[in-house]
């Protein structure tokens, strides 16, 4: 399936999050989940400079996203899989992308992040640790998946 296929931005409209496979430069694997945004045909995650994904992409961009339907749809049979190329930018994201991930997480009806604001101070006190950076994925072709 192409990443452009109607299905493929279903899943990328609805998804909340992405759980982003890597691996290390040993060849381990591992997985992280990130809050996503598509923009452009690309996939932004945010992260720390020195996170394991961040990391992980900068030694082998090669990485595979796994989509699931939130609601009552991730009831679904299938996920989806996303194979691409990552790009690890230090800094934070664009400021579309910005709003795109402030519009999707913290004004998004039920599940808005509005109902947490009381422990957004807390949360910036550990996003503040560590220098940010953006994780960049190009979707290079998708599989739908049954799960397990």
């Not at 989509?67 to 230090?90: I, K, Q």
């Not at 992308?97 to 109902?115: C, D, F, N, T």
């Amino acid at each position: 399936m192409r990443p452009d296929d109607p299905l493929v931005r279903t899943y990328l409209e609805s998804s909340m999050v992405a759980r982003v496979a890597t691996r290390t430069p040993k060849g381990r694997p591992a997985m992280t989940p990130l809050w996503f945004f598509a923009r452009g045909g690309r996939l932004h995650l945010g992260t720390s400079q020195a996170s394991v994904v961040a990391r992980n992409a900068r030694a082998n961009p090669d990485v595979v996203v796994l989509l699931d339907l939130p609601g009552p749809a991730r009831s679904s049979e299938h996920v989806l899989r996303l194979r691409g190329r990552a790009t690890v930018r230090d800094g934070t994201p664009s400021l579309p992308v910005l709003l795109g991930l402030a519009r999707k997480y913290y004004l998004a009806g039920w599940r808005s992040e509005l109902a947490h604001a009381r422990q957004w101070r807390l949360r910036n006190g550990y996003y503040a640790q560590a220098d940010g950076a953006v994780l960049e994925i190009e979707p290079l072709d998708a599989e739908l998946l049954r799960q397990p």
